[in-house]
């Protein structure tokens, strides 16, 4: 079982529509990120969490520490969002904890 | 401030030959992860470096992979004696501290395909 696991993995929807990416995680993390990645281009990093709420722009990024749950929401959405959302942790022990560890990504379309 | 930058953006080599990815991070930053993303895969840590030090190679193969932050230049991952199941994505990210609590910057990635 991954201990990051994002859902959906794929998502198609209407130019305008809502969006909810989630993320849920098995276990301890110091701080979890939302990456966002292009056909073929580089990774650009959205968010980074610790608890809380995020903002910026028409993105908005929640977390719940206890539930180990993250959702990812676009507002307004428009066909140049359409790329990978990727969900990332850095665990709070482990092989590799001072690396991320990530979801296997959402493809999200987003039609005109 | 160029941010993260990886060279080659696509490197093509025969198997059994030597790949060399170099990546330079922000200014300012001394802190340098290399990640993996094999086909229709999710990304994988492979080893974090500080200048001159390796400081977790957990996720490196333990053959054929090496990774170097030498004091002066950019970071080099090199593969020796490639096989096609190295063709991938490979993305350095770079960061001003350590742990997770600070926000990592990725490079355009180098894809790397061995024929």
């Known amino acids: 079982k991954n201990e990051v696991e994002q859902s959906p993995q794929n998502l198609t929807a209407q130019e305008g529509e809502f969006i909810t990416i989630n993320c849920s995680y098995s276990?301890?993390?110091?701080?979890l990120h939302w990456l966002q990645q292009h056909p073929g281009g580089g990774i650009v990093s959205l968010f980074m969490?610790?608890?809380g709420k995020k903002k910026h722009g028409r993105l908005i990024a929640t977390i719940n520490i206890q539930e180990k749950h993250s959702s990812l929401h676009i507002t307004a959405s428009h066909p140049r969002d359409s790329a990978v959302y990727i969900c990332?942790?850095?665990?709070?022990?482990?092989?590799?904890?001072?690396?991320?560890?990530f979801g296997k990504g959402t493809h999200l379309i987003i039609q005109p | 401030n160029a941010g993260v930058m990886q060279n080659p953006r696509h490197l093509v080599r025969r198997r059994g030959q030597e790949a060399r990815l170099r990546c330079s991070p922000m200014?300012?930053?001394?802190?340098v992860y290399w990640y993996r993303q094999l086909p229709e895969e999710g990304l994988k840590f492979m080893v974090y470096?500080?200048?001159?030090?390796?400081?977790?190679e957990s996720g490196m193969p333990k053959e054929r992979f090496s990774a170097e932050f030498p004091k002066e230049g950019p970071s080099i991952l090199r593969i020796q004696q490639v096989v096609r199941g190295d063709s991938a994505a490979y993305f350095c990210?770079?960061?001003?501290?350590?742990?997770?609590?600070?926000?990592?910057?990725f490079g355009q990635g180098t894809r790397l395909t061995v024929v």
């Open positions: 990210a770079s960061s001003l501290m350590r742990g997770g609590n600070t926000e990592a910057f």
């Open positions: 276990v301890g993390i110091s701080a």
């Open positions: 969490l610790s608890s």
């Open positions: 990332a942790v850095i665990l709070r022990s482990g092989g590799g904890a001072d690396g991320l560890t």
């Open positions: 200014k300012g930053h001394s802190h």
């Open positions: 470096l500080q200048k001159e030090n390796i400081i977790d």
